[in-house]
T-cell receptor, first 116, second 113 residues
Framework: EPEVTQTPSHQVTQMGQEVILRCVPI?????FYWYRQILGQKVEFLVS????????KSEIFDDQFSVERPDGSNFTLKIRSTKLEDSAMYFC??????????????FGSGTQLSVL | GDSVTQMEGPVTLSEEAFLTINCTYT??????LFWYVQYPGEGLQLLLK?????DKGSNKGFEATYRKETTSFHLEKGSVQVSDSAVYFC????????????FGQGTRLTINP
């Protein structure tokens, strides 16, 4: 079965540094997402992306966050100046465009971000 | 707002035991409901879903029934295996413009041989 690939699996950074989390969605998918899970808490929606623009974002997704699809295959999440509270598992997901296919999200295995 | 509440874990069972993981939700309208599973070192995978009241989703011996009257979507399996050890997430789907999943906190299940 096709899969969403995320790199790196673990990322350690210093507070205030910029990080970029990378994802390769499934090739024929058109909707892309980032979710995150802080340890012991719920998986939370961050942002959805379609047709090269953000279609929805949560309150968490402030000016420190940005997403990009730079080359038609990668989908990245950038955090400009990391804070301790950004430490979490970040999941990328993608789905097809239409009908019942939209309901099935394919998730990557996640990037564990640790901000020190 | 929309939310999902799951049974707190961790849950530890012996092989062949009966499993129930409770999930209740709060939503405006009639969302689709899902169970996702995360095996160690892997991503979230869709386990089963139900799109309307009284629908039963099933997969790999797991079942869950969409109960509108009790706003619940409990996950059950009659006889668990060691390979079922994983984290299970209940979720509902909102489609208003872009779609997004609202997840419960996850329940870690460990099955001992």
């Amino acid at each position: 079965e096709p899969e969403v690939t995320q790199t790196p699996s673990h990322q350690v950074t210093q507070m205030g540094q910029e990080v970029i989390l990378r994802c390769v969605p499934i090739s024929n998918h058109l909707y892309f997402y980032w979710y995150r899970q802080i340890l012991g808490q719920k998986v939370e929606f961050l942002v959805s992306f379609y047709n090269n623009e953000i279609s929805e974002k949560s309150e968490i997704f402030d000016d420190q966050f940005s997403v990009e699809r730079p080359d038609g295959s990668n989908f990245t999440l950038k955090i400009r100046s990391t804070k301790l509270e950004d430490s979490a598992m970040y999941f990328c997901a993608s789905t097809m465009d239409r009908g019942q296919g939209r309901e099935k999200l394919f998730f990557g295995s996640g990037t564990q971000l640790s901000v020190l | 707002g929309d939310s999902v509440t799951q049974m707190e874990g961790p849950v530890t069972l012996s092989e062949e035991a009966f499993l129930t993981i409770n999930c209740t939700y709060t939503a405006t309208g009639y969302p689709s409901l899902f169970w996702y599973v995360q095996y160690p070192g892997e991503g979230l995978q869709l386990l089963l879903k139900a799109t309307k009241a009284d629908d039963k989703g099933s997969n790999k011996g797991f079942e869950a029934t969409y109960r509108k009257e009790t706003t619940s979507f409990h996950l059950e399996k009659g006889s668990v295996q060691v390979s079922d050890s994983a984290v299970y997430f209940c979720a509902l789907l909102i489609i208003q413009g872009a779609q997004k999943l609202v997840f419960g906190q996850g329940t870690r299940l460990t099955i001992n041989p």
